[in-house]
């Protein structure tokens, strides 16, 4: 495989096949394109296609919500179409552009029958683009101008007139810009258009009509029409650009007839092929016209208008804007909308629905949640893009002719798109980013690769997999093939005894059935060696672990059959695994000179707790500040009535997150136990699910897990409803963690703020819970905590 695409994880599993696509593509026609798609996730080479679906290389199938845009509105390969196409192969060929043929007459008066308004005359191109280029050329020629006023937002396509009537930047790139002669406004905005207009210099308004790749933000009330006004006033020519918004999408034949405007010239495109033979359209009044009597020649396309073309677009024209066609764009449109607004309030950051007839844009959260979302959906079998000019949208444009069981079942996997969503938005944006060429990184991989020698591995290739507190590397001993997993210990945290006790405590897990990697030693007997750098005098403590097969417990992978069924069962497995642990746990004598920090009440709560004085994060406000202080008053007082018994408390994990279980099958491991000491097994619980706490469906994880849990080991119903407090004190060692990391967690201050904002809402249930004596009692104590300050 070529080396550039070596490093995308998904391409391992792919075949032979789709390899070789990907590397003459990325060798020859778009390499950047590839990068960015694999980039983000998205391995997708279609091979066979009908209907709204289409399905990969590797036979994998998609739902396809791009339809390219509307080419695909009547489906992939629509066998009327199909037949069309035929049976115009069997008689004709592309034709000659210099002479009249039939199927193009018969375009021709089908368009100018079926387009809102006087129109006359026709120009047939084979793109959009070139259609808008015409479209320019014909005002510049009818009315003497050469400006152009385009919206800000608007895509018209990429050949030099289109693109520089669309977004700046990329025909800046391409040196073919051209400001003066093409300004740029504002959606929505008809004071922004008049004082452009109103110098009465001005050939064309180009008017996406619902601009798609801004996200089809919607035209507010009469704007369309106000603008056509102005065009009159002005004597602007009005080009309505309906290459997306047109030939049924809107549940009208046209944008221009939903808002009711009679544009003087009007662009066609996409959904005019039938999805089988490149053809687009310019229609034009009368008057914009006139150039093509006077100059016969004057635009000249060799395949625009191509004979088979036109009778594939008269087929496509005929279905489209057919009755039963436009009354199912509006039903199912509905239909969906309606769907989508029942799934919306349980995700908060699924934030708007705009639409109109089957085009629809769904705004998320923020840009993170956008591609998030664009690749939740890839994962859960739906194709839809983000908009390029607003990451914060998908573009979602379902079919003309999609069913109500095509609906249902796009809706469910949307549904299960969001849930996987919430699910790995975690990992998205705790993730840091690692960059190997930090100096950090580079004198911990010297540090690292120095240590290997005591293992006789000196040489082995080192491949950096986490850097966070401790710094982990994948070891492969380039003789024997074999794979290790290298960490290189943070400085200060662990004494060697505490470290050599974690070891102590994953090997008597492992032999009791709860599956650890092993710590492998040295030709001394050592499980660590201290490896040293000159940057780094005092040293590291290097341990050298198995490797470990197997995808974190919480990276669902592709879950088509039901993102929430599949995670009540991982949920239930890692409560049945807690279980296991404190099992042991509570079974198990550890050795003499065995030490672990804890997770007691000091450790959470006290002046100094293990991660962090989480009251001081600056990212909370005072009043937060205040609630969270009372609340760690309270917790403390409930932490003492608990109390630690063998049933409660012991050796617990204290990081037993589902990213740190590897699953290799069925066979699950566990890792990290950097945090691991004694504590409350409730602290874990709350551990284990605490990244789903805002999540709709939490309820029925914590059923899920409490179930594993109790298929192992009795937890008492009194012991459950201590839970939300356990979570409280997991969300406040969080902030705590946190507040050393902000640099290194991008996200971090936003999780902050999220956390902080969640927990305390709920402290006034908290204090709710005491009597009038102990909130006094509170409300005192945390004064007087104030005072002191
Ligand atoms: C609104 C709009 N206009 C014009 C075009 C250009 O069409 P083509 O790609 O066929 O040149 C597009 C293409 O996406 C479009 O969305």
């Known amino acids: 495989m070529n080396s550039s695409l070596r490093k995308y994880e998904s391409l391992n599993t792919a075949s032979e096949k789709k390899l070789k696509v990907y590397n ?56 009327e179409v199909v037949k069309e196409l035929v049976a115009a192969c069997n008689e004709l060929d592309i034709g000659n552009h210099h002479f009249p043929s039939e199927p193009k007459a018969l375009l021709a008066e089908a368009l100018i029958k079926n387009t809102p308004g006087e129109m006359q005359y026709v120009v047939l191109t084979s793109s959009g683009s070139e259609a808008n280029d015409v479209a320019v050329k014909t005002a510049r020629v009818t009315t003497g101008r050469r400006k152009v006023v385009a919206l800000d937002c608007a895509y018209h396509g990429r050949t030099g007139i289109s693109g520089a009537a669309g977004d700046d930047e990329t025909a800046r790139y391409f040196n073919s810009d051209s400001p003066d002669e093409f300004i740029k406004v504002p959606f929505n905005d008809i004071r922004a258009m008049e004082n452009v207009l109103k110098h009465r210099d001005i050939a064309l308004v180009m008017m996406e009509m619902i601009p798609a790749t801004a996200g089809f933000v919607m035209p507010e009330g009469n704007y369309l029409k106000e603008v056509k006004k102005l065009c009159e006033k002005y004597s602007t020519l009005f080009l309505a650009d309906e290459v997306q918004t047109g030939l049924g999408r809107t549940g009208y034949r046209w944008a221009s007839d939903c808002w009711d405007v009679e544009p003087d010239m009007i662009v066609i495109g996409k959904g005019l092929s039938g999805g089988m033979y490149p053809i687009s359209a310019l229609v034009m009044k009368k008057e914009p016209g006139a150039w093509l009597t006077d100059n016969g020649w004057g635009h000249v396309s060799t395949f625009g208008g191509s004979d088979i073309g036109c009778r594939v677009a008269l087929k496509a024209l005929e279905i489209s804007l057919s009755k039963e066609a436009l009354e199912n764009a509006r039903k199912q449109g509905g239909y969906i909308r309606a769907g989508l607004e029942k799934i919306k309030p349980r995700f908060p950051f699924f934030e708007e629905i705009r639409q109109q007839g089957l085009i629809f844009g769904l705004k998320f959260q923020d840009k993170m949640y956008g591609l998030g979302m664009m690749k939740a959906l890839y994962e859960n079998g739906i194709w839809a893009i983000g908009a390029g000019f607003d990451e914060t949208v998908i573009q979602f444009k379902p079919g003309l002719l999609v069913d109500k069981a095509y609906c249902d079942e796009l809706l469910r996997r949307f549904e299960n798109a969001c849930i996987w969503m919430v699910n790995s938005i975690n990992a998205l944006i705790s993730g840091s980013t690692i960059n190997e060429n930090d100096q950090e990184i580079k004198t911990i991989k010297k540090l690292a690769q120095s240590s290997l020698i005591k293992w006789n591995l000196n040489g082995a290739e080192l491949a950096l997999l986490k850097h966070r507190e401790n710094t982990v590397f994948k070891v492969t001993d380039t003789f024997t093939s074999k794979k290790y997993a290298l960490r290189i210990h943070r400085e200060d945290y662990h004494t060697k005894a505490a470290l050599e006790s974690e070891v102590n405590w994953m090997e008597a897990l492992d032999n009791n059935g709860v599956h650890c990697p092993k710590c492998i030693k040295t030709d001394k007997g050592e499980h660590f060696v201290v490896a040293y750098h000159t940057s780094i005098p005092a040293g590291r403590y290097c341990s050298l672990l198995e490797w470990v097969d197997g995808a974190p417990f919480d990276n669902l992978g592709r879950v088509e059959n039901g993102v929430l069924p599949e995670l009540l069962v991982r949920y239930k497995k890692l409560g049945s695994v807690a279980a296991d642990i404190h099992n042991q746990s509570e079974n198990w004598q550890p050795p003499k000179g065995f030490f672990r920090h804890s997770w007691d009440k000091e450790g959470l709560l006290g002046e100094n707790p293990l991660w962090g004085r989480f009251w001081e994060h600056p990212k909370l406000t005072k009043d937060q500040k205040r609630q969270i202080l009372k609340a760690r008053i309270v917790l403390k007082g409930l932490l003492d009535q608990v109390g630690k018994k063998s049933s409660n408390y012991g050796l617990i994990h204290a990081d037993f997150l589902p990213e740190n279980v590897l699953a290799d099958g069925d066979e699950l491991r566990l890792i990290d136990f950097d945090d691991c000491g004694y504590g409350w097994h409730m602290f874990e619980m709350a551990t284990s699910l605490f990244p789903q706490i805002s999540q709709p469906y939490f309820d029925e994880l914590v059923v899920a897990y409490v179930e594993g849990y109790r298929s192992r080991r009795d937890f008492s119903k009194e012991e459950l409803k201590l839970l939300p407090a356990f979570m409280m004190i997991r969300g406040f060692a969080y902030i705590g963690w946190l507040m050393t990391r902000s640099e290194s967690i991008p996200m971090g201050d936003r999780i902050v703020e999220e956390i902080a904002q969640g927990l305390c809402k709920h402290i006034p249930d908290l204090m709710a819970e005491l009597s009038p004596i102990q909130r006094m009692g509170v409300e005192l104590i945390s004064f007087y905590q104030n005072l002191r300050k």
Request: proline share 4%.
């Open 24 to 79: 003459a593509i990325s060798e020859h026609v778009y390499p950047g394109r590839v990068e960015k798609l694999l980039g983000g996730g998205i391995d997708f080479v279609p091979a066979k296609r009908e209907g709204y679906i289409w399905w990969d290389t590797d036979g994998r199938e998609l739902y396809d919500l791009h339809i390219n845009g509307g080419v695909y509105n009547l489906g992939h390969r629509n066998q």
